[in-house]
């Protein structure tokens, strides 16, 4: 019989949690430990690796092709590009302190699309040879382009199968054409809420005045829309952020099930005004903090409430194919599959990628909409875009389940061959598998609650919680 190679991690119960390469997982003791090093397993050790997927009897067998299809399907392929998010004007009717995108005022003239511009978007978007498109709008303030927003529309219509429709908005000043651009059946609306509406006013529109028109718009979507086509995300200043209860009832009172909690980005220019290059622990409290906050408020909510990130990453631990995000996928295969098209027609990887630049960081461009895409330098990025080979990852349990993130390794360290261990993205990520772990293996009536809720499944399988003792 041969084991497939097991990491390990010590659990705070002083147990040990082991995994493979493709994702399979168990606790065991330090005894196991030293007998598996020093190749001395018993029968039964034997035999429940063979059960538990860790172990084959020779090349080629069941339990053999079984890792392999674990393996592979853990891994992120990327298909047609389907998803684009067009930047049509940088002119905003807001100045929010950590914004990361360079926003202009709304007045200042040169930070939109002309009249070239847009239709080289269009040539761009009649070259694509997907069925399907995903446009995701941002700005600055999209509806301040509302011209632009319908044409684009209009021409995809017209070239794909499918259509989905992002407007990112600040929902602070809409006209009515824009509200009947909502209305539409294939338009989504995706806002800003900072948890809190004291907190939101504090970060975002500074009076009053600003935010009850805010509050309102933001009532009027919802009610109009219908929450399935309204999201809206906190950014949280993890130095001075609202009570975790604090947000998590003003979502629910709106009906909003999903919170996706974002610290402030360091990219771009809000690093400017916020320390946010050394946030990862103080992050990871309150993340913490909110996480348990959650599992209190849903032990006796009609409604549930779940962290978005939290949940998918836990999706990601308990079965393969959640590759959905972006930001979390192994190889993290950049400029293929999505790309960012930016007010003056050049084209990036990602947003981030976008920021990086727009600082002088590196050019991480790709071309643009008038001569082209030139992938060259994003394909060399891509080449280290995998963590089956770092030298800290592939010592940690949770490699299958995590990404890679070499576009915010170049913001933060100017460098992608920082030991991640060290990293921003290592630290959040191992914290959060290191929480969720905690709640797989919990014994807490309320943690289970909780976990059957955000897992889809009716109570939460105890058998989820393997043990090899």
């Not at 028109?213 to 906190?234: C, I, M, T, W, Y």
């Not at 629910?252 to 919170?259: E, F, K, P, V, Y």
Request: hydrophobic content about 35%; some cysteine; charged content about 25%.
């Amino acid at each position: 019989m041969t084991v497939f190679p097991l990491r390990f991690r010590p659990s705070p119960d002083d147990d040990l949690l082991f995994a493979d390469e493709a994702g399979s997982y168990f606790k065991s003791d330090h005894d196991f430990l030293t007998r598996y090093a020093l190749d001395r397993l018993t029968d039964r050790d034997r035999n429940y690796l063979l059960r538990n997927g860790n172990a084959f009897e020779e090349v080629g067998d069941l339990a053999y092709a079984g890792f392999e299809y674990r393996f592979a399907s853990r891994l992120y392929s990327p298909g047609e590009l389907d998803y684009v998010i067009l930047v049509p004007t940088l002119r905003c009717n807001l100045a929010c302190g950590y914004c990361q995108v360079s926003r202009v005022n709304e007045n200042t003239p040169g930070f939109d699309w002309d009249d070239r511009t847009l239709d080289a978007v269009l040539g761009f978007l009649d070259g694509l040879t997907t069925k399907k498109i995903k446009i995701e709008f941002q700005g600055g303030e999209p509806s301040l382009r509302l011209d632009v927003l319908t044409k684009v529309r209009e021409f995809c219509l017209t070239k794909f199968e499918s259509c989905e429709f992002v407007v990112c908005t600040n929902l602070q000043e809409i006209p009515e054409d824009a509200w009947r651009f909502f209305h539409l059946s294939d338009v989504v609306v995706s806002t800003s809420l900072d948890g809190d509406i004291l907190t939101h006013e504090r970060q975002r529109t500074l009076s009053g005045d600003r935010t009850q028109a805010f509050v309102f718009n933001l009532h009027r979507a919802l009610e109009q829309l219908g929450p399935d086509k309204v999201s809206a995300l906190p950014t949280i200043n993890p130095h001075r952020p609202p009570t975790a209860r604090s947000i998590i009832e003003t979502y629910a009172s709106l009906g909003m099930r999903s919170i996706y909690l974002r610290p402030i980005n360091f990219h771009g220019f809000a690093r400017k005004k916020y320390n946010a290059a050394a946030s990862a622990a103080t992050w990871n409290a309150y993340h913490s903090d909110f996480i348990d906050n959650l599992v209190e408020y849903n032990w006796t909510a009609t409604y549930a409430v779940e962290e978005y990130y939290f949940v998918h990453c836990l999706r990601r631990v308990l079965r393969s194919g959640h590759n959905g995000h972006v930001d979390l996928r192994n190889p993290n295969i950049v400029g293929h599959g999505y790309v960012v098209i930016d007010y003056d027609g050049k084209v990036y990887p990602t947003d981030e990628a976008r920021m990086v630049t727009r600082l002088g960081q590196f050019d991480l461009s790709m071309g643009n909409v008038f001569d082209g895409i030139d992938r060259s330098t994003i394909d060399t990025l891509n080449s280290e875009a995998l963590n089956n080979y770092h030298p800290d990852c592939v010592h940690c349990p949770y490699q299958a389940f995590c990404g890679i993130d070499l576009v915010d390794d170049l913001s933060r360290y100017g460098r992608i061959d920082m030991p991640k261990h060290l990293t921003d993205f290592c630290q959040r990520h191992t914290y959060i598998f290191d929480k969720i772990f905690s709640m797989i293996y919990s014994e807490d009536v309320k943690v289970r609650k909780s976990m059957a809720i955000w897992t889809g499944a009716p109570q939460f399988d105890r058998a989820l919680a393997r043990w090899h003792r």
